[in-house]
């Protein structure tokens, strides 16, 4: 039998800087300043067991919902055969987008959740600061051999000539190694500087800023924004104008941004009393890259499904799958070369009413546990018109999103 949490929580009067929260050990989930973090581990929960843990929480001395007072943050790994992963943080600190802040202390024995402990621990938070900069030596080598890439995107290209898929995602992965432990702490506030429109993510482990968001949950209110599709970000204004009117004149990556519209808004669309989408889609910006995005947003039908539930139907998405999935997910098992693990699943984390947001997990880094290593991947669509260099180049780019915020000789 699972052990039973309780909470004590309180409203925050004075903001507390999530990264803050999370330094560089615990857990962060934010985009926009709105989001959760957390210290310390009170619970680890399997999937089956997480959604029953998160509604039996018992309330100690609290002046907030219980329900909205403890979220569990989760990782999805792209195998739908490896298992998602969830903790209960034993401090957690929530910024909402009504404005409203709370901090939890959260635990198994009641005796220990009391408002001394959760004051002390708030005194502690208010007074972190960043680390100083200092001095380290990199080594950034790939993992996935070149030769092993271009060939996955010509096996890919070559499906989908023959009729065999619509899109397959290929991906590679490159490793930075480094002379001294990573600041974690440091990363995420560069993360913020320059992808501060991400989802910012750190959880088991997992380091990344997401701009894709897979599924939003919000009482019967869904969302989910999809990105396929491309080019590079110069820094020229007139030049990345220049690109983002060929990204999206681009029969190539209107073809790979159209198959993953329509799994996400058919799969979606039976769950949902209406589901509306742009019907065009936008140019994405971030500070390295630029995406073609389509917006979807309806009302769940009663009684509405849990956004975990809503994670498992569209992940993997085609954005970093393909379609159909059976016959992708068949083809990147053979030729890719690698175990992506986390990387092309979902990361974020949902609360007792079964809301939460989750992010598809990309531009992000898997760090080892001495935290000398990161593991960083990326992809892109292979469709008919697919040029593996061109390819080659563009995962280039996406790269630059996490090697930006690590490397600092």
């Known amino acids: 039998m699972t052990q039973r949490l309780h909470v004590c929580s309180r409203p925050l009067t004075t903001a507390l800087d999530l990264n803050a929260v999370c330094r560089g050990d615990g857990h962060l989930f934010v985009r926009d300043g709105v989001g959760a973090a957390g210290r310390g581990v009170a619970l680890t929960c399997t999937q089956i067991d997480i959604e029953d843990v998160l509604r039996n929480v018992s309330?100690?001395?609290?002046?907030?919902?219980?329900?909205?007072?403890?979220?569990?943050?989760?990782?999805?790994?792209?195998?739908?055969?490896?298992?998602a992963r969830f903790l209960i943080p034993e401090i957690l600190v929530q910024k909402r987008d009504d404005g409203s802040q709370t901090v939890s202390l959260i635990g198994t024995d009641p005796q220990l959740v009391t408002e001394s402990r959760l004051l002390a621990v708030v005194n502690d938070m208010a007074a972190t600061k960043p680390n100083p900069p200092s001095v380290?030596?990199?080594?950034?080598?790939?993992?996935?051999?070149?030769?092993?890439?271009?060939?996955?995107?010509?096996?890919?290209?070559?499906?989908?000539?023959?009729?065999d898929i619509d899109k397959a995602v290929i991906?590679?992965?490159?490793?930075?190694?480094?002379?001294?432990?990573?600041?974690?702490?440091?990363?995420?506030?560069?993360?913020?500087?320059?992808?501060?429109?991400?989802?910012?993510?750190?959880?088991?482990?997992?380091l990344g800023a997401s701009p894709e968001l897979l599924v939003e949950r919000q009482g019967r209110i869904i969302r989910s924004h999809p990105l396929a599709g491309t080019a590079p970000r110069t820094g020229d204004a007139t030049t990345d104008a220049r690109l983002a009117a060929e990204l999206v004149a681009s029969t190539k990556n209107q073809i790979e941004h159209r198959v993953v519209i329509d799994m996400v808004h058919d799969t979606l669309l039976p769950h949902c009393s209406f589901l509306d989408w742009e019907p065009e889609p936008s140019i994405v910006t971030v500070a390295n890259v630029q995406h073609l995005g389509t917006a979807l947003e309806g009302a769940l039908v009663e009684p509405p499904l849990s956004v975990l539930s809503l994670v498992d139907m569209l992940c993997p998405t085609p954005a970093l799958g393909g379609h159909p999935t059976k016959e992708a997910m068949e083809l990147i098992t053979k030729v890719e070369g690698m175990n992506r693990g986390d990387y092309g699943g979902a990361v974020g984390w949902i609360d007792g009413n079964g809301d939460g947001t989750?992010?598809?997990?990309?531009?992000?880094?898997?760090?080892?546990?001495?935290?000398?290593?990161?593991?960083l991947f990326a992809g892109g669509g292979i469709v008919a018109d697919s040029e593996p260099h061109s390819e080659?180049?563009?995962?280039?780019?996406?790269?630059?999103?996490?090697?930006?915020?690590?490397?600092?000789?």
């Open 136 to 163: 380290n030596s990199f080594a950034v080598e790939p993992l996935t051999p070149i030769d092993t890439y271009l060939a996955a995107v010509v096996a890919a290209r070559n499906a989908v000539r023959r009729g």
């Open 59 to 83: 309330a100690v001395d609290s002046d907030t919902d219980v329900t909205r007072g403890v979220v569990a943050f989760g990782v999805k790994p792209f195998s739908r055969e490896m298992p």
């Open 358 to 375: 989750w992010a598809v997990a990309i531009r992000c880094a898997e760090l080892s546990a001495d935290r000398t290593r990161a593991r």
């Open 171 to 206: 991906a590679r992965d490159i490793q930075v190694r480094s002379a001294q432990p990573l600041d974690v702490y440091s990363i995420l506030l560069r993360l913020r500087a320059s992808f501060g429109s991400s989802y910012r993510f750190f959880i088991g482990g997992l």
């Open 392 to 409: 080659l180049a563009e995962t280039q780019a996406k790269f630059q999103a996490m090697l930006s915020a690590i490397v600092r000789p």
